[in-house]
């Protein structure tokens, strides 16, 4: 079977990152079934697997378009000096390479300062780093062995998009009403 538009396709799977450390992989449990051409996996995989055969294996490096995102939540291996590889759930990356910047403010610190009142002239654009962890878990509490990580709701961030328009954005919930992590939900608004 050639690999086409509305086929039906089982495959084991491995993603690794840019290090080749295992970020997920299919082949410890079942593999994935899917349909070709419904949107069920990403754009640049879907287009890798077209007129494959049963059988081929092929490595994909998938990546969007560098204008095309400013935000991008994902899991993300991070490496400690001292101790290694760890991986992080629930981490926002900021498009860097598009030079998309933020910086974070904690109201616990900046005291005069919230979500609501904050304005375009209260930016400091002294304070944009152009780091793809700009936002990275700073949103979160860590959690841990048998705990769940929480929402900080101290902090919010400005953000320049890859546009260079200024946003404020602030995370509202870690999880879906069913207490699944990879759900969250956040607030923005365009500063004028």
Known sequence: MIIAENKVVKMHYSVTDNDNNSIDNSFDGEPLIFIVGTGYLIQGLEDALQGKQAGDTLSVTVEPEKENWDLNFTVFTNEIEGYGSYGY???VVNNAK??????MIDTEVETELSYDNF??????ASKFINDQRGVGSSWRNGGGPGALPSLKDNVFYVMSD???????IKFLALTNADGERGHPEF???LLK
């Open 89 to 91: 759930s629930d981490f």
């Open 119 to 124: 304005t375009l002239a209260n930016v400091d």
């Open 162 to 168: 890859t546009d260079g328009n200024l946003y404020k």
């Open 187 to 189: 607030v923005y608004s």
């Open 98 to 103: 598009a030079n998309a910047k933020v910086y």
